[in-house]
């Protein structure tokens, strides 16, 4: 008979877990407390930065593979519950992980029998976990383990569907043999490298490998200020390095700085992890971002005299390219610095004006467009801050002719072909060339 799995989370996370468990076999009962996410899903409506994954679920819904469930526990006994709920920050800039907690305590009170608890949402290592394990202690009997395993998961924004459907590595991070060997057992057919590791370890694995990422850019950010002292160009300098293999080419494009839900906590969160502690690298990693937003500011200063009574076109909210998210997004951190200087500023994103409306609402210092030319038209200086391609394949005549002032672009991204937007009289600067 096929092995019942209860998914606790609907979000990217939780989706492609439903997902790639139907395909190996199990019969999925899956739930979110959205009320409205879970009427979307139902009516298989469901907006998404990752269509093909919302097709996905929906078609395992169809089949009879993934069922849908308004309640927050099982009917009956289940083998795994995959907690795949988000980790908000707090305001402390710690994942909050009482929710998760709760939701985890009463799941195993409401739900008869014995079954793994898999975390895809890994809380910090430190004592969130420990305080997990002692509240399901109570609910422990000699015929209950109710064991813990943290499987964190490495899916990017917008590839949910194919990073968990074909993981690069999966990590099963727990002290119980058995258990390990049950989820070894039911991931086998992915055919990718399992490794067996301490809980902990599961924990750190995921935070570092972020923070890495993370790290990365940022120091090709530090390269790319010794590159524009020095005369060299970053974009060669960063593809000279990137054709040793050691190096590759992913997480070295210079720019504006990582944005987005993961990165920025999960180098705060471990940062923070021991009091006393001074972790050098990861210091280092946060002040660099965050002087390529402040980078943008200074550029901008320098080229128009003064930011005060200037009107500014952003284009690009989300956190990068691809997807409607705006959570940390570079361009945001430049609204607020433009408008906290007395400039007005004038925000457009092809996908994310949506959500930056609500996270920024317009007021006298910020106005949103659904127009690209109508956002720039006036402006005195426009500024990429998201790699969105379609910013390279606007009429740049046309919004040159109606850019105002000393008509400067800041390109955040590398995206623009420079010598071409110079040959239309604008003052083109990139951030980081
Ligand atoms: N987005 C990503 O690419 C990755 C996320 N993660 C972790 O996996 C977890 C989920 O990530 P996402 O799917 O991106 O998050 P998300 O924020 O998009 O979705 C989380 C979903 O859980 C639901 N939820 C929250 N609390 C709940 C509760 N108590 N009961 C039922 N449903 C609840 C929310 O309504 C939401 O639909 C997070 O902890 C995240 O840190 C891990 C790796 C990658
Ligand atoms: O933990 C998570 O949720 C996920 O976080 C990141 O995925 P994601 O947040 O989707 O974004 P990335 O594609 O990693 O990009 C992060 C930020 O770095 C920026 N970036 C990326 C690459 C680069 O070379 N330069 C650069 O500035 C992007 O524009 C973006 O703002 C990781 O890549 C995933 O492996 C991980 O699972």
Redesign the pocket.
């Known amino acids: 008979m096929a092995q019942h799995a209860f998914i606790?989370?609907?979000?990217?996370?939780?989706l492609a877990t439903a997902v790639c468990l139907a395909e190996l076999g199990c019969r999925v009962t899956a739930?979110?407390?959205?009320a409205a996410?879970m009427d979307g899903l139902a009516e298989g409506r469901l907006e998404s930065d990752e269509p093909a994954l919302v097709a996905a679920f929906l078609q395992g819904v169809a089949a009879g593979q993934i069922a849908l469930s308004r309640r927050?526990h099982p009917d009956g006994p289940i083998d795994f519950a995959f907690a795949?709920?988000?980790?908000p920050l707090k305001p402390d800039g710690r994942p909050a992980t009482t929710?998760l907690r709760n939701?985890l305590i009463d799941l195993a009170a409401r739900t008869p029998g014995d079954f793994l608890l898999v975390l895809?949402?890994?809380p910090p290592p430190g004592g969130a976990l420990s305080r997990l394990q002692a509240a399901l202690a109570r609910l422990r009997t000699p015929t209950r383990n109710l064991p813990v395993v943290i499987t964190?998961?490495?899916?990017?924004?917008g590839q949910?569907l194919r990073d968990i459907t074909q993981p690069s590595r999966i990590v099963i991070g727990t002290d119980d043999g058995q258990a390990a060997n049950t989820l070894a057992k039911l991931y086998a057919p992915l055919r990718s490298p399992i490794l067996f590791v301490s809980p902990a370890s599961a924990q750190l694995i995921k935070y570092a490998s972020n923070a890495f990422f993370a790290a990365k850019i940022s120091f090709i950010n530090e390269i790319a200020s010794l590159a524009r002292s020095t005369g060299a160009d970053v974009r060669s300098v960063a593809e000279g390095m990137a054709l040793d293999p050691r190096i590759g080419a992913d997480f070295i494009e210079p720019g504006i700085g990582y944005g987005g839900?993961?990165l920025p906590r999960e180098v705060r969160a471990l940062e923070r992890l021991i009091p006393g502690h001074r972790p050098g690298m990861l210091r280092a990693t946060l002040a660099i971002n965050a002087r390529q937003r402040e980078a943008v500011i200074s550029t901008l200063n320098e080229a128009l005299g003064t930011l005060r009574g200037k009107e500014i076109c952003i284009f690009g909210l989300a956190f990068k390219a691809g997807t409607g998210d705006v959570r940390e997004a570079p361009g945001l951190a430049v609204i607020d610095a433009l408008r906290r200087g007395g400039a007005h500023v004038r925000a457009y994103d092809p996908r994310a004006g949506a959500a930056a409306r609500d996270a920024r609402p317009a007021d006298e210092r910020l106005s949103h467009y659904d127009d690209a030319y109508q956002a720039a038209a006036g402006a005195d200086a426009v500024v990429i801050a998201t790699d969105w391609p379609e910013f390279r394949s606007l009429d740049w005549t046309d919004i040159a002719e109606h850019l105002s002032g000393p008509r400067v672009v800041v390109d955040g991204r590398n995206l623009l072909e420079g010598d071409a937007l110079r040959a239309l009289g604008l003052s083109f600067i990139p951030l980081a060339g």
């Open positions: 606790v989370g609907l979000g990217h996370v939780g739930h979110d407390h959205d996410r927050s795949c709920v988000g980790t929710g939701t895809k949402s890994v964190p998961e490495f899916p990017r924004r949910a839900d993961c």
